[in-house]
T-cell receptor, first 113, second 114 residues
């Protein structure tokens, strides 16, 4: 039973436009959420995170939004660049999990130039 | 470069072979992890070590045997694997304190079992 779900296996966006990647979770105890980015032949790298006490966190072109009532978070990339083409993983955790993360299956983002 | 290295990067082994994967982190972290990533599936947590002690074994078959001799090194010993064990094996590390959620990943070992 997947606690973190990324229902879109892939997304294709034109360069300069907005990319929106979505993630849903089922465990209401999750209180911290992260996005990781993965290029082929590399490990995932941390991108941005958000605590459950916030509903938005912004870092440059990347913004994560959290809707706790809907158990939904999204990652917005504006403007999208070809170098953003990668697999994006959503992950979640809570104090009960300690330092363990639960990952989604990932969304492949392709940014076309 | 994330400060976490893994060797080898690629490994092909037969079902009767014994091999080991190595992970080393240079970040001063005290928690280390092994994950398995199969195509189109979430990263599956296999093992967690905190301060060299195993604190999590996520129902991993005994043909996978982890070893953590110190906080900087983590090994995954493999023996009599099955073709379905072919996957990308990722090592990660993090601080061991509560609330330190960010994990830093190595590049992974692509394992093929023939």
């Amino acid at each position: 039973d997947q606690q973190v779900k990324q229902n879109s296996p892939s997304l294709s966006v034109q360069e300069g436009r907005i990319s929106i990647l979505n993630c849903d979770y089922t465990n209401s105890m999750f209180d911290y959420f992260l996005w990781y980015k993965k290029y082929p032949a590399e490990g995932p790298t941390f991108l941005i995170s958000i605590s459950s006490i916030k509903d938005k966190n912004e870092d440059g072109r990347f913004t994560v939004f959290l809707n706790k009532s809907a158990k939904h978070l999204s990652l917005h990339i504006v403007p999208s660049q070809p170098g953003d083409s990668a697999v994006y993983f959503c992950a979640a955790s809570d104090m009960e999990y300690g330092n363990k993360l639960v990952f989604g299956a990932g969304t492949i983002l392709r940014v076309k130039s | 470069e994330t400060g976490v290295t893994q060797t080898p990067r690629h490994l092909v082994m037969g079902m009767t072979n014994k091999k080991s994967l190595k992970c080393e982190q240079h970040l001063g972290h005290n928690a280390m992890y092994w994950y398995k990533q199969s195509a189109k599936k979430p990263l599956e947590l296999m093992f967690v070590y905190n301060f060299k002690e195993q604190t999590e074994n996520n129902s991993v078959p005994s043909r996978f045997s982890p070893e953590c001799p110190n906080s900087s090194h983590l090994f995954l010993h493999l023996h009599t694997l099955q073709p379905e064990d072919s996957a990308l094996y990722l090592c990660a590390s993090s601080p061991s304190r509560l609330g330190a959620y960010e994990q830093y990943f190595g590049p992974g070992t692509r394992l093929t079992v023939t």
